[in-house]
């Protein structure tokens, strides 16, 4: 059975920084794109970052330049440093390994960016 476990969440004050990091447990195959989802409250669930085979990473539009998501097929860990927050990056974050047939999800991690 697959599990992907997040740490790395907690409270920080905007301008600061906080890396999220995933771990799978259990057998993957065929591994073609790693990423991290978001959900703020009374928001749709929103594709933050995301790496796929080759290396080509994907951002939304409102993180660019302040995250850096870097994953391990191998190791089969996924990680999102996260710089410059600010309070709408406030939400629950998820980490996603998928393959051609599947996506597995971690349960989430909450970032809290608040003075």
């Known amino acids: 059975q697959v599990q992907l476990v997040e740490s790395g969440g907690g409270l920080v004050q905007p301008g600061g920084s906080l890396r999220l990091s995933c771990a799978a447990s259990?057998?993957?195959?065929?591994?073609?794109?790693m990423g991290w989802y978001r959900q703020a409250p009374g928001k749709q669930r929103e594709l933050v970052a995301q790496?796929?085979?080759?290396?080509?990473?994907n951002y939304a539009e409102s993180v660019k330049g302040r995250f850096t998501i870097s994953g391990d097929k191998a190791k089969k860990t996924v990680s999102l440093q996260m710089n410059s927050l600010k309070p709408e990056d406030t939400a629950v974050y998820y980490c996603?390994?998928?393959?051609?047939?599947?996506?597995?999800w971690g349960r989430g991690t909450q970032v809290t960016v608040s003075s």
């Open positions: 259990g057998s993957i195959f065929g591994i073609d794109k």
């Open positions: 790496i796929l085979s080759g290396g080509i990473t």
């Open positions: 996603t390994i998928g393959t051609w047939s599947n996506m597995y």
